[in-house]
Every structure is written in structure tokens, then in C-alpha cells.
């Protein structure tokens, strides 16, 4: 979610490079990101070769953000 | 590593593993070389190239550049949309950069002005010291582009421009000639950098590269 949280949107061949998981991988946890309603999945054709791209949803932003907001009021709570 | 230190992190990583490619670099460097050839070309012929050449590069190189990058770039590492706001950092910085050039051309248009009836002397300090002027120019506008895609490089190119243009002065080496030396350094790196890439990403195997699988 980190990855796509700071672009606009990627696909599938570009958050494995930058992941680093393998396609399996990624894309069972894409699938779960989708059925989350987190993940948009938009297929299209550029070049004649099929191409899809991934995007957050509103859902999906305003998930992470929360979920930055909770792990850094967790880590301000941890003794110095 | 706080959170929003690896969220800058990782921004900057996609960034740049996009403009890692050494494309940007090539196609600067071959601007440099045609604009230092059109000014050699515009003393032999006495034709104007000098001031046509830019608009004409810009034509050409353009779509060659996007291309480039659709056939080299995207098939390794994928495609990626990045968000506006480096957009309109990037677009307040090209606005700057018209808005200075204008200044540059005005400036120019009193040096023809007050070229017939005698000229200030901090025009003639321009005039006099017009190469290192014009070396810590393209120095200046080099960090800013540096700073605004965050490629680090660019500051280098702005050093090299800045050294050469003052070495020019002091041993008179004649403009276009500096523009050839550039434009053949940076074309070196952009390509050394280009097969870095191509070694680091390669084509993936078959047609499925970028289809979710």
C-alpha cells in the first residue's frame, strides 16, 4: 500500500520492482487490497499490449493514513 | 527510520529507479552537441541556425525522448503515474526558468540598443566576463532542475558547465566548442547510465511483464 500511496498510480511489473515480492505474491495481496475495496484495478490496452493499472481507492488513502496516524500514536506511547 | 522518512524514501526510490535510465541525459547532452554544431554551422554558412536551432531541436528530440523512454523504460521497470505535486513543482520551476530567459533576451536587447551609443560599464562587465556569467547561469539553473527531480547528477552537469565556461574565458576557447565538450560528457554519462540500467532491468520474458497475473 506504501507504494501506491505515493505515486498516483502503477502497474502490476513496476510495485514488483519496487516491492521486490514475487508475482505470486503480489498478487495475492493486490487481490486482498482489491476485495478490501483499497485497490483499483483498471485494465486497458496501451500499445496494443494489454496493461494494468493500480491505483488507491479514497478507501484505500484515507485507510493508510489512518493506519500511519495509529502506529505513530503506538510508537509515541513506547517508553524512551 | 521514522514513518514518514521510509514514505519519502520510498517516493524518492520510485522516482528515480524511472530516471535512472540515462535517457533524460543522452538527449540533453545530443541538444548540447546540435546547438554547438548549428552555431559552427551558422559562422561557415552565415544562416541563422544559431536562433532556429532550439525551436527545431525541441521538435525533434521531444518525441524521440518520449518514445525512447515507451520502448526502453517501460518494458524493464513498468509504468507509473506520479502525483501533481512534483508536477507543479516542477512546472513553477519551468515558469521561472521563461520568465529569467525573457529577462536574459531583454538584457540583450539593450545590449543592441546601447551597443551604438556606448554601453554602461556593468554591461561591459557582463560583456567582458560574459562566459563565466553564462557558466554560472547554466550552474544555477542545473541545481534547481537537481533539487526540484532530485537527481543529484544534475549538479554535477551545472559544476562541469560552470568550469568549463570559466576555463573557456581565461583561455579563449570559442563558445561553440564548449557546447560540443558538454553536450559529449553528458551523452557519456547518460549512456554509461543506460547500460547500468538495461544490466539492472532486464527484459522481462514473453509479453506479461506488465499484466497482473
Do not use: C
Not at chain 2, 551558422?42 to 521538435?59: C, S, T, V
Not at chain 2, 549538479?155 to 581565461?170: D, K, Q
Amino acid at each position: 500500500m506504501m507504494h501506491l500511496y505515493v505515486v498516483e498510480s502503477a502497474d502490476f511489473q513496476f510495485l514488483q520492482h519496487q516491492t521486490g515480492m514475487t508475482p505470486g505474491n503480489l498478487s495475492s495481496h493486490l487481490r486482498k487490497l482489491e476485495d478490501a475495496g483499497y485497490v483499483e484495478v483498471t485494465k486497458e490496452f496501451v500499445d496494443r499490449t494489454p496493461h494494468t493499472a493500480l491505483k488507491l481507492t479514497r478507501k484505500g488513502r484515507e485507510a493508510f493514513k489512518e493506519y500511519r496516524r495509529n502506529v505513530k500514536r503506538l510508537i509515541e506511547k513506547l517508553p524512551e | 527510520m521514522t514513518k514518514q522518512n521510509t514514505l519519502r524514501e520510498i517516493e524518492k526510490k520510485a522516482y528515480m529507479s524511472y530516471h535512472q535510465d540515462g535517457l533524460l541525459d543522452i538527449f540533453v547532452g545530443l541538444y548540447a552537441i546540435a546547438f554547438g554544431l548549428g552555431m559552427i554551422a551558422d559562422k561557415i554558412l552565415e544562416f541563422g541556425f544559431g536562433a532556429i536551432m532550439p525551436a527545431i531541436l525541441i521538435a525533434i528530440v521531444l518525441p524521440i525522448w518520449i518514445e525512447a523512454k515507451r520502448k526502453i523504460t517501460m518494458p524493464r521497470i513498468g509504468f507509473v503515474k506520479f502525483g501533481t505535486r512534483g508536477s507543479n513543482k516542477l512546472f513553477a520551476l519551468l515558469l521561472g526558468l521563461a520568465v529569467a530567459g525573457l529577462g536574459v533576451f531583454m538584457l540583450f536587447g539593450v545590449f543592441l540598443a546601447t551597443g551604438q551609443i556606448g554601453r554602461p560599464w556593468w554591461i561591459e562587465i557582463l560583456f567582458q566576463y560574459g562566459m563565466i556569467w553564462i557558466g554560472l547561469g547554466s550552474a544555477v539553473i542545473g541545481s534547481l532542475f537537481a533539487y526540484t527531480m532530485g537527481l543529484k547528477r544534475l549538479y554535477g552537469y551545472g559544476l562541469l558547465t560552470f568550469a568549463l565556461f570559466a576555463s573557456g574565458h581565461f583561455l579563449s576557447i570559442p563558445f561553440e566548442y564548449l557546447l560540443l565538450a558538454i553536450g559529449s560528457v553528458i551523452i557519456a554519462s547518460g549512456a554509461v547510465l543506460l547500460v547500468q540500467f538495461i544490466r539492472r532491468y532486464p527484459l522481462p520474458k514473453g509479453a506479461q511483464g506488465n499484466v497482473a497475473q
